[in-house]
């Protein structure tokens, strides 16, 4: 799948890219924020606010390059957790269309990002592995042990 390069922050916790498209070029946010929970991240992603440097999730877009987009996205994954191997990582779009659209961005890609990572979704009930066509609330994503680098 086709990606955006990447710039890389220090910590490898900030991923800055930007997005090529109908309505030119937009840069883009993807930003791992540590939790209260131990070595639990939450993934925030969006378009960067130029006035304040921070993340702006509600923004719709539509550069017409969603795909690639979330391949970028994902790839950022791998690079975080080269860093931080045993975390786990949280996701979830600020509104349902969004969490539809990071779901459709994991059953595009799915057979590819199990490679290395284990994917889970949220319901009700609690957490299950990730199954196309299930309306997820969430997403949770760790690496798989076997792939884990020491």
Same mark, same amino acid.
């Given at each position: 799948?086709?990606? +955006?390069?990447?710039?890389?922050? &220090? ?7 930007? !997005?090529?498209?109908? #309505?030119? !070029? ?5 930003? +791992?924020? &540590? ?64 969490? #539809? ?41 760790? #690496?798989? #042990? !076997?792939?884990?680098? !020491?």
């Amino acid at each position: 799948m086709d990606k +955006y390069p990447v710039i890389i922050g &220090e910590t490898s916790m900030v991923f800055e890219f930007t !997005s090529q498209g109908i #309505r030119g !070029s937009i840069a883009k946010l993807v930003i +791992y924020s &540590e939790t209260h929970l131990h070595n639990f991240y939450n993934l925030g992603f969006g378009d960067k606010d130029e006035a304040t440097g921070q993340i702006d999730d509600e923004v719709i877009t539509n550069n017409g390059d969603s795909e690639k987009v979330l391949a970028t996205v994902a790839a950022t994954l791998y690079l975080f957790m080269e860093k931080y191997p045993g975390a786990m990582v949280f996701a979830m779009g600020s509104t349902e269309a969004r969490t #539809r659209l990071y779901r459709i961005g994991i059953t595009n890609n799915l057979i590819e990002i199990q490679k290395d990572f284990d994917v889970y979704g949220l319901l009700d009930d609690g957490w299950h592995p990730f199954e196309k066509q299930t309306a997820y609330k969430a997403f949770l994503v760790t #690496r798989k #042990r !076997s792939n884990f680098m !020491s």
